[in-house]
């Protein structure tokens, strides 16, 4: 561990990236190929696989406080720490040094023992047992080695090594084509079994495997119809954007799962989706939307609300809130039952969508649980601009505009699909520091400061801070959550674990050197939380230098169009509509 801490340290400090994959490929090719695996996952910042569903469920308190017991210091110290570093395994090796720890380096853990230590804290349950765990590894570490396992520890707090340059060192490391690896990463997702897949060269081995969840295809944002047209024209696919919960379907015989975007299983939790595909008469995977609709009308996301995260919906819930399964696209298909399933995700859209469409699915309108998402077409800035608008009236957020050509891939946020949505552009942050509000919120940890990642530097940066757009349950809740996993305080102002993902609405961008990431958001307000994101889901600074470009000229046209179905809604579609009013209008000033 202590050769793989130093070798973390030695990438982080070079800016060129050919000379950090290059640093990468000499260790990755020097390892055991028992221990090829842990290291390439450590580096991603990760504990466990990505696709893996554990976590070892240690927050910055139970961090703390075995890092306080090792060391012999209060929490202070480690605050004030972390305060100068603005990272906990930079934190942690500052206060080892200082307190002079050095243990005998032939008790220092290899990476086999940190990763078994690793497991056994996903499996203690509460935080007193998981540090009892945490703590006798940290104090075998000398500080250098103790700031590398912290550091892939607070994988959630800091967003480690990207994939992408994982997978470019495994490509030169074993001299592999880097679309291959690529390829094999993005069906296995986990880089660690593609480390040894190209070690071994094997990597077209990598399959789908039924009952792994694959990594979800994810959309860019986009506000300007022109620009969108230039770039996936000249005929784009659109898809009506359905505001409900993403789901990736298994089904094998009469085995049927439901994963989640951050890969967990939820089968047991959409019971009415499980049964209907039970009997189907093929085998495969789809990638769809679970979509809250009674009578063939579709509820407000609200009203699917009451079904996130519950595990068993009690009978009265199922009745109130039907559930059906939006699908919209195709993974992976065998013939029929028991056959072998085949990856469609590298055939073009137009090829995946025929497939699904002729595929046995017990529809909604024949009293089934399925639908296949609206489909059609657009050629021009003002077609797209129209099938906004329409798929507005439809209660839908906006629309997925997509390119027929593009195959599907897992985990990437590419320009195959975009997601036109709303009248006004919103992003996805992160929540770094939260303030108690005014007035009637003084009591409450209402003020959120919020930020983006910045990739090329592996960092978040802060965009803006806006007073939350919340309910009063949930800024109770949220209140209580932040008071648990703040870092630190600073007068009114608390760091807090940057965990938490909310979607951002704002009017303009604007650049600024007010914050870290050299824009500002003009009247951002919080439109709502995003449980079903983590932070490295977030947006990025990329996105945010388009978007401002973007927003510049012609947006209006866009907002014009938008703002004419808000203003006179058709009759029987204006609850969503009317909800997302509301919030704005809470939150605006
Ligand atoms: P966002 O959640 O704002 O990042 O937007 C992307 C999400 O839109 C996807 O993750 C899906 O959950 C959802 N979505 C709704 N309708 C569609 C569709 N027709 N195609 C793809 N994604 C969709």
Not at 497 to 517: Q, Y
Request: glycine share 8%.
């Amino acid at each position: 561990m202590r050769r793989w801490s130093e070798l973390a340290e030695r990438v982080a400090a070079t800016t060129r990236t050919s000379e950090k994959t290059g640093l990468l490929a000499e260790y990755l090719r020097s390892l055991d190929p028992a221990d090829l695996p842990t290291a390439a996952v450590f580096l991603t910042g990760r504990a466990f696989a990505e696709t893996d569903q554990r976590a070892t469920g240690l927050g910055w308190a139970t961090m703390a406080t075995a890092i306080g017991a090792v060391a012999g210091v209060d929490r202070e110290t480690l605050r004030e720490a972390y305060d100068r570093f603005s990272d906990l395994g930079l934190a942690v090796e500052d206060v080892l040094v200082r307190v002079g720890h050095e243990p005998d380096p032939a008790i220092s853990p290899t990476l086999r023992e940190v990763s078994a230590a690793f497991e056994a804290i996903e499996r203690a349950s509460g935080p007193a047992a998981k540090a009892e765990i945490l703590r006798p590894l940290l104090a075998r570490c000398d500080p250098r080695t103790a700031r590398g396992v912290v550091k892939v520890l607070s994988g959630d707090l800091r967003i480690g090594l990207r994939e992408g340059l994982v997978e470019a060192a495994l490509a030169k490391a074993f001299d592999r084509p880097i679309d291959d690896v690529k390829r094999a990463g993005m069906l296995t997702g986990d880089v660690g079994r593609t480390a040894l897949l190209a070690r071994d060269d094997v990597l077209a081995s990598a399959g789908l495997t039924l009952f792994h969840p694959l990594k979800f295809m994810l959309a860019s944002p986009a506000e300007n119809a022109e620009e969108i047209v230039r770039r996936l024209g000249p005929l784009v696919w659109v898809e009506d954007k359905y505001d409900g919960i993403r789901a990736q379907l298994h089904k094998r015989d009469d085995v049927v799962r439901l994963y989640s975007r951050d890969l967990h299983d939820v089968s047991a939790g959409y019971p009415e989706v499980v049964e209907a595909a039970r009997a189907l008469p093929w085998d495969g995977v789809l990638d769809g939307e679970l979509l809250g609709m009674r009578d063939g009308v579709v509820l407000p996301f609200v009203a699917l609300q009451a079904r996130l995260g519950r595990k068993k919906p009690p009978p009265e819930l199922l009745a109130d809130v039907p559930v059906v399964y939006v699908a919209f696209d195709l993974l992976g298909l065998g013939p029929g039952r028991g056959a072998p399933v085949q990856p469609t995700l590298d055939r073009p859209l137009e090829e995946r969508r025929r497939l699904l469409a002729s595929m046995e699915l017990p529809l909604v309108g024949a009293g089934g649980a399925f639908a296949l998402s609206r489909l059609a077409s657009a050629g021009s800035a003002e077609a797209l601009e129209m099938a906004f608008a329409e798929a507005r009236a439809r209660r839908n957020e906006g629309l997925l505009v997509k390119d027929p050509r593009s195959p599907y891939t897992p985990g990437r946020r590419g320009y195959g699909w975009l997601k036109m949505k709303k009248a006004l552009a919103t992003i996805d942050c992160v929540v770094v520091g939260v303030e108690v509000g005014h007035g009637k919120r003084h009591g409450v940890l209402s003020d959120y400061t919020f930020a983006v990642r910045d990739e090329t530097n592996d960092r978040l940066v802060t965009i803006g801070k806006a007073y939350s757009g919340l309910t009063d349950a949930e800024i109770a809740a949220m209140t209580r959550w932040f008071e648990d996993h703040t870092i630190s305080r600073h007068g009114r102002y608390r760091v807090v674990e940057p965990t938490v993902v909310v979607e951002v609405a704002f009017d303009v961008i604007l650049r600024s050197a007010r914050h870290k990431s050299g824009f500002a958001l003009r009247f951002p307000r919080i439109a709502r939380l995003r449980p079903d994101k983590a932070a490295s889901d977030a947006d990025t600074l990329a996105t945010v230098e388009r978007l401002f470009e973007e927003l510049q000229p012609g947006a209006e046209r866009l907002v014009t169009a938008a703002a004419r179905v808000s203003a006179a809604p058709p009759v029987g579609t204006t609850a969503s509509l009317a909800l997302k009013v509301r919030r704005a209008a809470r939150t605006d000033g």
